[in-house]
């Protein structure tokens, strides 16, 4: 039972150096989601899709970029990294009922 | 104001005590109600969702006040395994696109 599958779990980089996460569900979900959960700040929507070949922002969507080739996959990427950018990343997916389904997170820091 | 506000806690108990969480939502306009639970350094996992009637799950109770805009979360008799984060999730329209989280309430049931 994978469910949704995260790469890396964890990643240390240095300021300006760019990096992809990695999001797979083997549930043949319709919606994926990228978050960010930062102490007492809760989970905040980065981006989001509705579906293969569509992404839409979230909450806080500046400094990433994301892509939906395949249904299964959603890759996170930061382009240019900074130290506001470490953080806990979960790659979640939904059905039409709206449960979500995470993943294990990927702990990013940036130094 | 937040849309989804939560006290944060910690609620410490002993274990076999009654222990309620409330959260409260901005937009009244919101159609879906859900709470999870989050493990220190894990994922958030569905732990049930909210509906106009209440609903009960084992020692587990959700309501929702629509005119006063929250919904609570009441657990009996509560185990040590209970001790975790307790996220609030709203969606306005009942699309999975747009859930919003609390920050969370911690509980810790103590022996």
């Known amino acids: 039972n994978a469910g949704v599958t995260q790469t890396p779990k964890f990643r240390v980089l240095k300021t300006g150096q760019s990096m992809t996460l990695l999001c797979a569900q083997d549930?043949?979900?319709?919606?994926m989601y990228w978050y960010r959960q930062d102490p007492g700040m809760g989970l905040r929507l980065i981006h989001y899709?509705?579906?293969?070949?569509?992404?839409a922002k979230g909450e806080v969507p500046d400094g990433y970029n994301v892509s939906r080739l395949k249904k299964q996959n959603f890759l996170l990427g930061l382009e240019s990294a900074a130290p506001s950018q470490t953080s806990v990343y979960f790659c979640?997916?939904?059905?039409?009922?709206?449960?979500?389904?995470f993943g294990e997170g990927s702990r990013l820091t940036v130094l | 104001r937040k849309e989804v506000e939560q006290d944060p806690g910690p609620f410490n108990v002993p274990e076999g005590a009654t222990v309620a969480f409330n959260c409260t939502y901005s937009?009244?306009?919101?159609?879906?109600f859900f709470w999870y639970r989050q493990d220190c350094r894990k994922e958030p996992k569905l732990l049930m969702s909210v509906y106009s009637s209440g609903n009960e799950d084992g020692r587990f109770t959700a309501q929702l006040n629509r005119a006063s805009q929250y919904i609570s979360l009441l657990i009996r008799d509560s185990k040590l395994s209970d001790s975790a984060t307790y996220l609030c999730v709203v969606t306005p329209s009942g699309s999975a696109r747009q859930l919003t989280f609390g920050s969370g309430t911690q509980l810790t049931v103590l022996p």
């Open positions: 549930m043949n979900h319709e919606y």
């Open positions: 937009n009244s306009a919101s159609q879906s």
């Open positions: 899709s509705v579906g293969e070949g569509t992404t």
């Open positions: 979640a997916s939904s059905s039409f009922t709206g449960e979500l389904f």
